[in-house]
């Protein structure tokens, strides 16, 4: 670290000490990476993090007073919750039950393909699709009057479920697809070890399966409910982004681009990432409990 | 593989086939029924359109403008997969085969815009873009776009470069190799199939990438599926037709690249990687 000490004749240069800390040149190429990322990630997190307190008036916690003050912008958090967490316990306890089964395949391609399309095609054009699919001449309606199921149409879309299902139709996919990584990088010998001493499926899944995949699970919940919770364009399309469907990134939207108030706009934005963040937390720090158990002996 | 032959099990399976098969029909017919009213004369309250054209192919080119939408969006998309490509796999060399102070950190600064919904931190990224002028030029959105692609890349070729073994490298140094001749004739080879299957999904993710594009855009600078999602937001303006055409140019679009990229990873790859105890 210090030059003069690298001048020494005696001891090791500076290159060697650094080297043996892990800095050489190798270690340099990660920087383009790391600037870019602070130029274009950090920077603007904390930009708008300060901006934030720069309210248009008022002092500096006026913006986030004014949030939690107006029913109007504080309900999004729930309206937001409300769509996010249902749908990602829904997709989880679907997914897992599927990746059980889809394990056992021999030719996963196909279905996973068919699965992959909902996330490649991204939330507008599923949005573009429900629209037509759920509408009340869509087919699904169609399907279900024909079957004499309903009587008349079910109201699908520009509401609460329009949203849902779209948050279904690209979320259960992308948490089949994880669940599916964890459960088939458990090795199935310990599976074949429980049921030589004689255990059933349920208890193979309860005692050597779900300790495993306790902390898999944990990370998957958090992936998909972040998902769920940045709902933007499926909210505006499909729900009714007045009212029940507004959720809190059209809040931040509209006071960004319609209001052109951008601290008020980082204000709700910083706000999101919290709420974020700490649901994420907890569920990691939960994960936490979990993993201390005997799941970490069984991997050595 | 252990197969369970009783009722209960083989009534388990069957409820989770049928749960699958729900999915997929409805997945499909989601679909089909874009792909129909595109090519729909005229379709109100029947089960199939009353006749069948191409027209609003024709209609939704001029319309929307899609020929200088398409040449936008490649530009773009090419310009992230090159820039994301060369920043993405050099410093996950450096992660892969370095341990330092702050690794960590580091690690967890690149995790970030890829836990972080794009909608969360786009919205301060776009007031920085509005500030130094960057946003509404084609450079704020390809900016903008590799916030989550140069980790994306870094998060998926750490695990690529890790298995490959140190000792071929050690090999390359004995005989005299530096870290550029190194990486053009060892690393390069060894890793192509992980680069390249890494900036396919890249290229597949910013082609559907809607909420950054969407925020940092300028009229001219819009990708395809922003000029979808305004498409959609003001329908009623034009036939819906039109807009169906213009989606299934958008799906045919994205699923060439999937296709081609599906020859190179297994699907589970676009969401994560498969066959590996993922690191915690």
């Given at each position: 670290m210090h030059a003069p000490a690298a001048m020494s004749a005696s001891g090791p240069s500076l290159r060697q000490r650094l080297a043996a800390r892990g800095f050489d040149a190798v270690t340099l190429l990660v920087l383009p990476a790391a600037i870019f990322s602070l130029l274009l990630f950090v920077y603007p997190f904390a930009f708008g993090l300060i901006l934030s307190f720069e309210p248009k008036s008022g002092d500096w916690l006026a913006n986030y007073q004014r949030f939690f003050s107006d029913s109007y912008l504080y309900d999004t958090i729930y309206k937001t919750l409300a769509l996010a967490i249902p749908v990602t316990l829904l997709n989880l306890v679907f997914a897992v039950p599927v990746a059980f089964r889809v394990r056992l395949m021999r030719r996963q391609r196909l279905l996973t393909t068919?699965?992959?399309?909902?996330?490649?095609?991204?939330?507008?054009?599923?949005?573009?699709?429900?629209?037509?699919?759920?509408?009340?001449?869509?087919?699904?309606?169609?399907?279900?009057?024909?079957?004499?199921?309903?009587?008349?149409?079910?109201?699908?879309?520009?509401?609460?479920?329009?949203?849902?299902?779209?948050?279904v139709i690209t979320g259960f996919p992308f948490t089949f697809l994880l669940t599916l990584s964890y459960v088939t990088g458990i090795d199935p010998a310990l599976e074949q070890a429980g049921a030589t001493l004689g255990a059933s499926a349920w208890q193979r899944f309860r005692h050597i399966y779900l300790p495993l995949l306790m902390p898999g699970f944990a990370i998957t919940f958090?992936?998909?409910?972040?998902?769920?919770?940045?709902?933007?364009?499926?909210?505006?399309?499909?729900?009714?982004?007045?009212?029940?469907?507004?959720?809190?990134?059209?809040?931040a939207y509209q006071a960004a681009f319609e209001e052109y108030d951008y601290s008020m706009a980082s204000a709700v934005a910083m706000i999101m990432g919290f709420v974020q963040l700490a649901i994420v937390v907890a569920v990691l720090a939960s994960r936490g409990l979990f993993y201390r158990g005997p799941a970490s002996g069984a991997k050595g | 593989m252990i197969r369970d032959t009783t009722l209960g099990?083989?009534?388990?399976?069957?409820?989770?086939?049928?749960?699958?098969?729900?999915?997929?029909?409805?997945?499909?017919?989601?679909?089909?029924?874009?792909?129909?009213?595109?090519?729909?004369?005229?379709?109100?309250?029947?089960?199939?359109?009353?006749?069948?054209?191409?027209?609003?192919?024709?209609?939704a080119w001029s319309e929307f403008q899609l020929g200088d939408v398409l040449i936008v969006t490649f530009q773009v998309v090419g310009m992230v997969v090159l820039i994301s490509g060369a920043l993405g796999v050099t410093a996950a060399y450096a992660l892969a085969r370095r341990d330092f102070p702050g690794k960590r950190l580091l690690v967890l600064l690149f995790l970030l815009p890829l836990l972080i919904p794009p909608i969360t931190f786009g919205i301060p990224l776009a007031t920085v873009l509005y500030r130094t002028g960057l946003a509404g030029t084609f450079w704020g959105v390809v900016a903008a776009n590799l916030v989550p692609t140069v980790p994306f890349v870094i998060l998926v070729m750490i695990p690529f470069i890790e298995q490959i073994d140190p000792k071929l490298e050690a090999a390359a140094r004995v005989f005299g190799a530096n870290t550029f001749k190194l990486f053009i004739h060892v690393l390069l080879p060894l890793l192509l199939p992980g680069i390249l299957a890494a900036l396919l999904l890249v290229l597949v993710r910013t082609i559907a990438m809607f909420e950054l594009t969407f925020l940092v855009a300028g009229p001219t600078s819009q990708t395809l599926v922003v000029a979808l999602y305004y498409a959609v937001f003001a329908a009623g303006v034009r036939a819906v037709q039109s807009i169906d055409a213009m989606a299934v140019i958008y799906m045919v679009t994205t699923l060439v690249w999937l296709i081609i990229a599906l020859r190179f990873v297994n699907p589970t790859q676009i969401v994560t990687r498969a066959k590996q105890q993922p690191a915690h």
């Open positions: 068919i699965l992959v399309l909902p996330i490649t095609l991204g939330t507008v054009l599923v949005a573009e699709g429900l629209l037509n699919y759920l509408g009340p001449q869509g087919w699904f309606n169609r399907t279900l009057l024909t079957f004499g199921l309903i009587s008349q149409p079910l109201r699908l879309v520009h509401n609460y479920w329009g949203v849902f299902v779209s948050l958090c992936l998909s409910f972040v998902q769920a919770f940045s709902v933007f364009p499926s909210a505006v399309l499909l729900g009714e982004p007045a009212g029940l469907t507004r959720v809190i990134s059209i809040a | 099990a083989k009534l388990w399976a069957a409820a989770v086939w049928a749960l699958v098969a729900f999915f997929v029909i409805n997945l499909l017919a989601m679909i089909g029924t874009v792909v129909t009213s595109s090519f729909a004369t005229r379709w109100l309250g029947t089960w199939l359109p009353i006749g069948w054209t191409t027209r609003w192919y024709a209609s």
